[in-house]
């Protein structure tokens, strides 16, 4: 899949004369000697509500708000449309909600409106609504109403106006051209929720429109989880962004770390991610705060990343609350913590039970019957920064529930702990370029009667929104180091994943995927995991770098099915590398190899928004003529050598 996004080009590479091969830097592989398995599950995927990469992201949703919240911020995105000489207004409704979990609404009252001059409200999206033609756009709102004549409060149904209709649009911001309408009759007194589809024809492909709703004559109207969704990754119904999701899958990721770091444990216990509030019908979803700063829908609820996963054709890797949240708020060990012991059970038979248990029954009951595969349990977030040192026992006390209950489920732990060994031990590094360069060795030595590692947060740091060349090479350099240690290193994945581009939707810098509301970029880091995602093999062999230079790094591994060896060079110096390679342990090697290159003018050369494949791989066809050979690596470059033997 990922060599449709690489540019072809088939060529004779520079290769130096053998007699210069002895003053060139030096690698010596033993094709047949592997030191290690590859783990299968090496790279995977990590991410959480942060840089708006659910809401405004991934999840498709296109209303923003579309569950009204609470405070002064509440009709941020939703504005009055009064049109001609109609008269209304909008306020926020605190007593009236289609439900429990949602108790708000926005009540707009229509004093004066036509068929030619209706009322309403209109809604902003996420830095617009993007718009292509001849597409079909799912909508749908709740909503109720009464007639003018009637008080807000009347428990008498003479004065409900059955049948008030309710026009929905799309309109673009500039021209005020209408790209797509439909009309929804029959509001009555009572909360009910309404279909529509919006089909646009020959529209421009834009991002600058929004969704109008109005109403033709004076009443008063309630609404609540106004909602429209584009088309989605494999015709899901509500499922994720196409464009991003192909990306993803470029990536050949085997895992996604769900739901988050921060924003699974939430600043507070309160605003943890309470997973059971997030699944079934959206009017039971109450939403809740992210910790940067702004509410998440819950429309990526747990039934929604497991599907993620499924869509992808990955595992989860399922991060369950363990009793600790940001602001220094903990569950002491004990008593106390067993209703949290408890949630994470049900959370685990909910993922992985059969619909004749209590939670895969409920699973069942939201669509999907089958249970997920599930190996990897991980027992907090970032859980080191608990001051109160009681990581050690919460962990103990979720490490034998769990245990007990689920014997095969390997449990990760976010901290070292001591009275329990861990299976896993999760390790997070964010690191300036130079870091990632000297410390790309980090795990050739480590202790291996240790935990395996899983290396669950980490990117080079250079760059904004999204990283540039520099942190690519800082990336792939490192990524040689977990490759040739993958039988401690079982698992890693970068963060954060996305980041939407927009004015206010950054929180945190450096992100691997940007995007606005109607496109997206891979950075030249996203380009780097695409190329050691795509080009891996299952076995580690011995290969040993001599006089490389402070700034060249090497993997290899092998696939020994299949023939192919994968030789992985980071040159990130300024000047051109000669390499001279020597393979030993193999009768031949095939008279052509593969090189895929990503490389750049200077450390700084970047992908953004407006220019998005500035920085993508080229693939060249070179001649091999034996098992020695010298090839020259560009400045600044990312090498993958694919080579039959």
Request: proline share 7%; with cysteine; aromatic share 10%.
């Amino acid at each position: 899949m990922c060599k449709g996004y690489f540019a072809l080009v088939v060529v004779a590479a520079y290769v130096l004369p053998l007699s210069l091969a002895a003053q060139a830097p030096s690698l010596a592989i033993q094709v047949d000697h592997p030191t290690a398995n590859v783990s299968p599950m090496l790279y995977g995927l990590m991410t959480e509500e942060i840089n708006f990469s659910y809401d405004g992201g991934l999840y498709p949703e296109l209303v923003r708000d579309r569950a009204i919240g609470r405070g002064w911020g509440a009709l941020e995105h939703w504005t009055l449309a009064a049109r001609g000489n109609s008269i209304a207004k909008v306020s926020i409704d605190e007593g009236t909600g289609p439900s429990a979990a949602l108790p708000r609404s926005i009540k707009v009252s229509v004093s004066a409106a036509t068929d030619a001059a209706p009322a309403g409200v209109q809604n902003d999206g996420y830095w617009g609504i993007a718009v292509r033609p001849q597409t079909s756009y799912a909508g749908s709102f709740y909503a109720k109403t009464y007639s003018t004549g009637a008080p807000a409060d009347s428990s008498s149904s003479a004065g409900w106006s059955a049948g008030v209709p309710v026009t929905v649009s799309l309109v673009n911001d500039e021209t005020g051209v209408t790209a797509a309408t439909a009309t929804v009759g029959g509001l009555t007194g009572e909360w009910k929720q309404y279909s529509f589809t919006l089909k646009t024809g020959q529209a421009p492909e834009s991002s600058n429109n929004h969704l109008i709703l109005t109403i033709p004559r004076p009443a008063t109207v309630w609404l609540d989880l106004v909602s429209l969704f584009p088309p989605t990754y494999h015709d899901r119904p509500f499922g994720n962004r196409i464009d991003l999701m192909e990306k993803l899958a470029a990536m050949h990721p085997k895992f996604l770390r769900l739901p988050g770091g921060n924003y699974l444990e939430g600043d507070h216990i309160a605003e943890r991610f309470e997973w059971k509030k997030t699944i079934g019908p959206w009017i039971d979803r109450p939403t809740h705060p992210s910790p940067w700063r702004y509410r998440s829908s819950d429309g990526m609820g747990l039934l929604e990343f497991l599907e993620w996963c499924e869509d992808l054709k990955i595992e989860p890797v399922l991060a369950v609350y363990a009793g600790y949240s940001m602001a220094q708020e903990h569950v002491e060990p004990g008593p106390a913590l067993e209703p949290y012991v408890q949630d994470a059970l049900d959370e685990i038979e909910y993922a992985t039970g059969g619909a004749d248990t209590k939670w895969g029954a409920e699973r069942a009951k939201n669509g999907h019957a089958a249970p997920f595969p599930l190996h990897y349990v991980e027992i907090g977030n970032e859980d080191e920064f608990d001051r109160s040192g009681s990581y050690d026992g919460r962990y103990a006390q979720y490490y034998k529930a769990i245990k007990q209950r689920y014997p095969n489920l390997q449990v990760i732990a976010t901290a070292p702990v001591k009275s329990v060994k861990p299976d896993v031990l999760d390790e997070h590094f964010y690191m300036p370029a130079e870091q990632s360069f000297s410390d790309a060795s980090h795990y050739d030595k480590a202790d291996r009667n240790g935990p395996k590692i899983f290396v669950g947060e980490w990117a080079t740091r250079e760059g904004e929104p999204t990283p540039n060349l520099e942190a690519a090479l800082g990336d792939a350099a490192w990524m040689t180091g977990m490759e040739r240690n993958s039988d401690l290193v079982i698992m890693a994945s970068y963060a954060p994943l996305f980041v939407n581009v927009n004015p206010g939707g950054m929180q945190w810098a450096t992100d691997l995927i940007g995007y606005n509301a109607l496109t997206s970029y891979g950075s030249p880091s996203y380009w780097a995991q695409v190329l050691f995602g795509s080009y891996l093999g299952t076995e580690v062999v011995a290969s040993t770098l001599t006089n490389g230079g402070p700034r060249v790094y090497t993997s290899v591994t092998r696939d020994e099915k299949s023939h192919k060896l994968f030789i992985k060079v980071v040159n990130a110096s300024s000047e051109a590398a000669p390499l001279s390679i020597a393979l030993s342990g193999v009768a031949s090697v095939g008279p052509e190899a593969k090189l895929i290159t990503l490389s750049g003018k200077t450390p700084n050369a970047t992908n953004t928004i407006a220019n998005p494949r500035a920085i993508v791989p080229v693939e060249q066809t070179i001649q091999v003529v034996g098992p020695k050979f010298v090839q020259r690596f560009a400045p600044y470059s990312i090498n993958v050598l694919e080579l039959s033997y």
